[in-house]
């Protein structure tokens, strides 16, 4: 069965940075494209940022409202996607969730993290 865990969440004051992590796990054979949504309380989840997975080149994508503040990467050895989140606003306090499409067992599909807190707040 293929879990993500996602891990670094908490209370950050504006300007402040947080990293996020996100590993795979399970039996799969391959992973496409990572990424990241979030959704704020009373909006609906968005995306943040993705990472898909070219030969051997990563393409990153970003919304608008995080371009230049935001970074995502990923540690193909290791399953795990990234987002490095610097000059934090009040707007950016979400449950965040990392999301990835894995083949397994002759099958894509796409899986979900159960979410994990970043607040933004003096």
Do not use: H
């Not at 402040?16 to 909006?43: D, E, H, T, V």
């Amino acid at each position: 069965q293929v879990q993500l865990m996602e891990s670094g969440g908490g209370l950050v004051q504006p300007g402040g940075s947080l990293r996020l992590s996100c590993a795979a796990s399970g039996s799969f054979s391959s992973i496409n494209a990572m990424g990241w949504y979030r959704q704020a309380p009373g909006k609906q989840r968005e995306l943040v940022a993705t990472i898909t997975r070219g030969g051997s080149t990563d393409y990153p994508d970003y919304a608008d409202s995080v371009k230049g503040r935001f970074t995502i990467s990923r540690d193909n050895a290791l399953n795990t996607v990234y987002l490095q989140m610097n000059s934090l606003k009040p707007e950016d306090t979400a449950v965040y969730y990392c999301n990835a499409k894995i083949l397994s067992t002759g099958v894509n599909r796409r899986y979900w993290g159960q979410g994990i807190q970043v607040t933004v707040s003096s």
